[in-house]
Nanobody, 119 residues
Framework: QMQLVESGGGLVQAGGSLRLSCAASGRTFSRNCMGWFRQAPGKEREFVAAIKWSDGITYYADSVKGRFTISRDNAKTTVYLQMNSLKPEDTAVYYC????????????WGQGTQVTVSS
């Protein structure tokens, strides 16, 4: 089992920045990929970004490329999502997840953290 705990959400004005953190514990070695997803009210959950623990390879959704950066600290088993140039459409609950591939196979999820971007 893995446990994932997100933090760092909040309210920010458009153009501002936030950094989300996801602390992983338990059998962290069982899943090589960590991802961030988000779900806005009335919309389906969507992929945001992912990274591999082993080599740091990253993958981003087109909507956040150039604005968001995912990184990891293997010693702390923590993954970060630096979000810059935030837009109102980035408003959502952001979830951390662990899986077997950068794009699919996510089977461990955190409880989510709210990000609200005001215009």
């Amino acid at each position: 089992q893995m446990q994932l705990v997100e933090s760092g959400g909040g309210l920010v004005q458009a153009g501002g920045s936030l950094r989300l953190s996801c602390a992983a514990s338990g059998r962290t070695f069982s899943r090589n990929c960590m991802g961030w997803f988000r779900q806005a009210p009335g919309k389906e959950r969507e992929f945001v970004a992912a990274i591999k623990w082993s080599d740091g390879i990253t993958y981003y959704a087109d909507s956040v490329k150039g604005r968001f950066t995912i990184s990891r600290d293997n010693a702390k088993t923590t993954v970060y999502l630096q979000m810059n140039s935030l837009k109102p459409e980035d408003t959502a609950v952001y979830y951390c997840a662990a899986g077997i591939d950068l794009r699919y196979g996510y089977d461990y999820w955190g409880q989510g953290t709210q990000v609200t971007v005001s215009s």
